[in-house]
């Protein structure tokens, strides 16, 4: 008896993904004549705790769009591969002496399996891993086109684009940098074809330096010391590391870094042209922080020395009261008199040890330190006083603010704060500017200066001209953006193609690449403070060292799309073939926290990439969805302060408790199993419990789904349930794929219900195939339709959790009517295959084909089964419904109204007399006046 009852799917699913296996359904071809589809997911860092049910979230939505876009005759690309470069597995090797690569591969092992039980259609020989040679590879390849290129402003009609070094250099051999109009260091001179030739290779090289995209330079960079290694903003925050929680100060440091504010226009422009979601545009839009303004000099009232600030209000500059420079500012040694010097001091050792973010987002938070040094307003002639702030940085603008108290809130409040005066330059009263989160005005300026009485923008033109006489500025159009520090001092990532001869960076040749990762006797850095690679013996580059740290986490990840196109090649990164067939990602799902991460330096190398003339996509997804995240039930226990007592649920406010996170496997429902909860911890052993109707009941609430809060719902179990297409269609049956949901396991049961039923609808009572070849009716073909097209509507628009509703709608219509008609149930599988592969492809096979469901076609819907040919029409005497009547939607007025006339009911009514009037409103209503 084929019961769709556990052993069944079981056994149906283990057969379908042996199957799928051995056939090769899967494997995608770079050579077709059918439209391509290219569907990717954001690749898994593979960590020890394997997989959660809300990690496959993304992954079911884009293989229900696989396997829809399949059907619908693409040739599709959806693989799957690991982000394995990280810091987990180095701190495990750290601990534990293991080599990063055995806990990287035996994680890696464990994902396949887990994503394998859900069914997912990965081409698996297409797999990249980040941390493999053969593909670290490509990516020290990338390295050395990004060290071989510098950015050229008047190239691409004004756009600007990345161009060989050796274009550069042979124009200084013939000019100089005169005619080169580049972004490079802020402080490059100007030379002549003399002076470079006079050069000698070190100094050459230092040249270069300034122009190249990857570039090596002193960086403040957060150093954390306890890991050995420097981190990014997003792994710090208030002042220690995410992982560990260790202390981390801002230091200079020399570093590779990436030239990425050369592409900001073009990032930020480039924006307007892909549908991503909108916050995550914004995101970007604010990281890149385009500023359209003016530069200029306030020299110090004594000394020669001079401060550059950058604002995009110079029409203000009347109410500039302070001036702000960052604590790190080149002058801040020199300008700080003596009276000033231990308070300046102090706050700037301080200050150097907050991550930036914290410094930019902290907004509540004032303080600074007064220098003791003056500036000269250019346009008024008044002393201004020289303070420092951390909210001003040195890598953004000049590292100075002209303050303006009266149209800046953050300039407002440490004016109040320090009692520093306030001068309103903007029309209206100045109390006005104690508002919360007030603007400045746009009225005219009522100052005495020379800009009285201009609109705004008048005023700003008429102060950049003046500036521009007096040459103390000159317009500029600045970003908040700053070049991305590319190196970390650590071990598991991906080595430099870098040696030194003489102090100079060299590129080792091409045909010896990859430099591979050597062995070392410890994962830690050495005891002279050397990254980790330090340790390496012998390891050199014919004679020369080899950088000693690696690439930082976002490397790999930063071009690994195009590496799926052609992924065995060992001539090439992927073949001109292959890269012009599958050109960039239709649709690209992911978390949002990547927004200015990865999303930013994978936009960002792929334009170089094109500019070089390795690829030909401008941006390398054309539709991003953020899946939302699965959040997690805790269960809790309430421990009465002080003692040794927990206290059920419903009594806890008799008392002052602390809740106290239960591991869920405890909980059934919201009851404990009080003896599994004594013998989880030794603190646990001897507690006493006051409970309620001879029960523990827990407590419970929403939070991420995380091993800390022992509220981990594992995939497998699940599969092992309830099966994996019962898993996946309840994972989209959740709610909308962006928003945020709990996981409720009550809920699932609904899910495998359909499913069953759905399975008995091709079935007699005695569980054998029951299908027949009789013609459906209207009303069999009307629920076939619209279903076909709600479902390929829903697909199109990413409204999965409707979808499935869809489904349930139609299998409960279907089993009312008892419709077993394979004209019905064919189409209607295939429709239901993208969800549930694995029934589907059972069910398939037992009506008779003998290839998979994955070659067959979706079904179109015809809108001619969902237009209505006739209507039910209540018929109302004297406005109270008596009897309902079915007319066909074409029948004239005078036919219904005689029908209605002689109806039995009618007549009983009139008592066989002719109504006073008969109203018959066409496809509503028929209204009889007696």
């Known amino acids: 008896m084929a019961e769709y009852s556990k052993d069944e799917i079981k056994r149906i699913e283990e057969k379908w993904r042996m199957k799928w296996q051995q056939n090769g359904v899967y494997k995608t071809d770079n050579h077709s004549d059918k439209p391509k589809y290219y569907v990717l997911d954001m690749f898994p860092y593979p960590s020890g705790a394997g997989l959660h049910v809300g990690h496959p979230l993304g992954y079911i939505a884009s293989d229900i769009v696989t396997r829809y876009k399949r059907l619908k005759g693409f040739n599709v690309l959806h693989p799957m591969g690991f982000d394995a470069f990280g810091l987990p597995a180095e701190q495990y090797a750290i601990q534990t002496g293991q080599h990063p690569r055995v806990t990287t591969e035996k994680n890696m092992a464990t994902y396949v399996a887990q994503l394998s039980k859900i069914g997912f259609a990965f081409d698996w020989d297409r797999k990249v891993v980040t941390s493999d040679p053969s593909y670290y590879k490509w ?199 003596p009276a000033q010097r231990e308070e300046v001091t102090h706050y700037v050792e301080v200050a150097k040890n907050r991550s930036e973010r914290e410094r930019m987002s902290e907004v509540k938070r004032i303080s600074g330190a007064f220098t003791g040094a003056y500036v000269i307003n250019p346009f008024n002639h008044e002393k201004v006083p020289v303070w420092i702030a951390d909210y001003v940085l040195a890598g953004y603008g000049t590292g100075a603010v002209m303050a303006v108290p009266s149209s800046d809130t953050r300039d407002y409040a440490f004016a109040k704060h320090f009692n520093l005066p306030v001068v309103d330059v903007l029309e209206g009263p100045t109390s006005d500017i104690t508002k919360d989160n007030f603007e400045p005005k746009s009225g005219k300026m009522i100052n005495s200066g020379s800009l009285n009485g201009l609109p705004w923008q008048d005023a700003i033109e008429k102060a950049l001209q003046h500036v521009e006489t007096l040459g103390i500025g000159t317009r500029k159009v600045n970003y908040r953006m700053r070049d991305a520090i590319f190196g970390r001092q650590r071990y598991w990532g991906e080595p430099f193609p870098v040696y030194f001869d003489k102090g100079i960076p060299k590129l080792v040749d091409e045909k010896d690449l990859p430099v591979t990762l050597p062995e070392i006797d410890a994962y830690k850095p050495t005891e002279t403070g050397e990254p980790p690679l330090g340790r390496a013996k012998g390891w050199n580059y014919k004679g020369h060292p080899y950088e000693l740290t690696t690439m930082p986490g976002w490397a790999g990840s930063s071009w690994y799309w195009f590496r799926y196109m052609d992924p065995k090649n060992d001539k090439v990164f992927a073949s001109k073939e292959a890269l012009n067939y599958w050109k960039d990602v239709d649709l690209y799902i992911g978390g949002s926290e990547h927004a200015t991460g990865h999303l930013l330096y994978s936009r960002f190398w792929c334009k170089v990439m094109k500019d070089l003339g390795y690829v030909s996509p401008e941006e390398p997804f054309k539709k991003l969805i953020n899946q939302g995240h699965i959040q997690g039930i805790s269960k809790l226990a309430y421990r009465i302060n002080g003692t040794n007592k927990f206290v059920s649920y419903n009594l806890r406010k008799q008392y002052e408790v602390t809740p106290l996170h239960v591991d869920i496997t405890f909980v059934d429902g919201d009851v404990l199993d009080v003896e599994k909860f004594r013998n989880w911890r030794d603190d646990l052993k001897n507690i006493e419990l006051i409970l309620e109707d001879g029960k523990y009941i827990c407590g419970s609430e929403v939070d991420k789904m995380s091993k800390r809060y022992y509220n981990v719902v594992n995939p497998d179990d699940m599969v092992e349930s309830y099966g994996a297409d019962t898993l996946r269609m309840y994972e989209m049956f959740l709610g909308p794929l962006e928003l945020s949901k709990p996981w409720n396991t009550n809920g699932i049961d609904g899910v495998f219900k359909f499913l069953r039923r759905f399975w008995n609808l091709f079935h007699d009572n005695q569980g054998n195939i029951n299908v027949s070849d009789a013609e459906p009716s209207r009303e069999e073909l009307k629920v076939l339709h619209k279903t076909l097209k709600k479902i390929a509507y829903d697909i199109e628009h990413f409204s999965f959790n409707t979808s499935v509703s869809e489904f349930m709608i139609c299998s409960n219509e279907l089993s009312s009517m008892k419709s077993n008609k394979r004209a019905i149930l064919e189409p209607l599988l295939i429709t239901l295959a993208p969800f549930a592969p694995h029934i589907a492809d059972e069910l398939w096979e037992k009506l008779g084909h003998k290839e998979s469901i994955l070659y067959a076609s979706f079904p179109q819907y015809n809108e001619e089964y969902l237009t209505e040919s006739s209507f039910e029409y209540p018929i109302s005497i004297n406005g109270k419904v008596r009897v309902k009547m079915n007319f066909a939607l074409d029948m004239p007025k005078d036919d219904i109204e005689k029908l209605v006339i002689a109806s039995e009911v009618v007549q009983k009514w009139t008592e066989g007399k002719a109504p006073k009037k008969v109203i018959v409103v066409p496809g509503r209503i028929v209204n009889v006046v007696i």
């Open 139 to 337: 990516t020290q390849w990338i390295f050395m086109q990004l060290f071989n290129a510098w950015y050229d402003r008047t190239a691409n009609n004004k756009v600007g684009k990345a161009r060989p070094m050796t274009e550069l250099v042979a124009e200084l051999e013939k000019h100089g940098n005169k005619n080169i109009v580049a972004v490079c260091d802020d402080e490059t001179p100007t030379i002549t074809a003399a002076q470079w030739t006079a050069f000698n290779e070190i100094e050459k090289e230092n040249f270069l330096q300034k122009y190249r995209i990857a570039y090596l330079a002193e960086t403040m960079v957060n150093w954390c010391a306890a890991l050995g290694t420097v981190l990014s903003n997003d792994e710090v925050k208030d002042g220690v590391s995410e992982r560990g929680g260790y202390p981390v100060e801002r230091i200079k440091m020399l570093q590779w870094n990436m030239r990425i504010s050369a592409y900001a226009e073009r990032l930020l422009t480039g924006l307007d042209t892909i549908d991503w979601p909108e916050p995550i545009k914004e995101m970007q839009r604010n990281w890149i922080g385009k500023s359209v303004g003016c530069e200029l000099d306030f020299k110090l009232a004594s000394g020669d020395d001079s401060i550059r600030v950058f604002t995009t209000r110079i029409d203000t500059i009347y109410g500039v009261t302070f001036m702000v420079i960052a604590p790190e500012h080149e002058l801040v040694d020199k300008i700080t008199t």
